[in-house]
C-alpha cells in the first residue's frame, strides 16, 4: 500500500464519519445533549427545558398561560421568556416548584401522546417522533435534578 492509497484511504474514512455524525444530528441537537450546570434554577429551565431542540417540545406562550392558570397564577400573553418569568417567580417553596414540575409534565406527556398517535397515523415519521419523546423524558428527569439541586436539604 502506497502513501496515495493511504491518504484516500483516510479520505474516504472522513467521509464516512462525517456522513455518520450528520445522520446522528440531523436535528441539531448532539451539541446540546450534555446540560450544562448553571448557578441559578431559572436560568437552568429555561436554557434545558423551554427549547424544543433540548426538550422535544415546545412549550408556547399559550401553554405557559394554561399552565399557570391550572396553579391559580394569571398574567398577560407576552414575550416566551417573560412570561416563563412571571410564571416562575410565585416559586417559594419546594411544594410550589413541585406543582410547577408537574405542570410541565402534564404538558409534556399530553404532547407526547399526540407524538405517539402522529407515529401511528404515519410510519414514517415514527423515529422523528420517538426522538422528540425521548428528549422529553430526558427534560422530565432534569426537572428533578433541578428540584433535587435546588430545593432539597440534601444539597445545602
Not at 406562550?61 to 392558570?69: E, F, I, S, T
Not at 414514517?124 to 426537572?143: C, G, L, R, W
Request: aromatic share 14%; proline share 4%.
Amino acid at each position: 500500500m502506497d502513501m496515495k492509497d493511504l491518504n484516500e484511504l483516510r479520505g474516504e474514512f472522513e467521509a464516512m464519519q462525517q456522513q455518520m455524525m450528520q445522520q446522528t444530528c440531523d436535528d441539531g441537537s448532539c451539541d446540546m445533549d450534555t446540560p450544562e450546570d448553571y448557578p441559578d434554577y431559572l436560568k437552568a429551565i429555561y436554557a434545558e427545558i423551554m427549547p424544543p431542540v433540548k426538550s422535544g417540545v415546545y412549550f408556547s406562550r399559550w401553554d405557559l398561560k394554561r399552565m399557570a392558570q391550572q396553579l391559580d397564577e394569571s398574567f398577560a400573553i407576552d414575550v416566551r421568556e417573560r412570561m416563563f418569568q412571571k410564571f416562575m417567580q410565585w416559586v417559594a417553596t419546594p411544594d410550589d416548584f413541585r406543582a410547577v414540575i408537574d405542570q410541565f409534565s402534564q404538558n409534556m406527556d399530553m404532547k407526547c401522546e399526540m407524538y405517539k398517535e402522529y407515529a401511528e397515523r404515519y410510519p414514517s415519521t415514527k423515529e422523528i417522533f420517538d426522538t422528540k419523546i425521548q428528549k422529553a423524558k430526558n427534560a422530565k428527569k432534569y426537572f428533578e435534578k433541578v428540584y433535587v439541586e435546588f430545593f432539597t436539604a440534601e444539597n445545602d
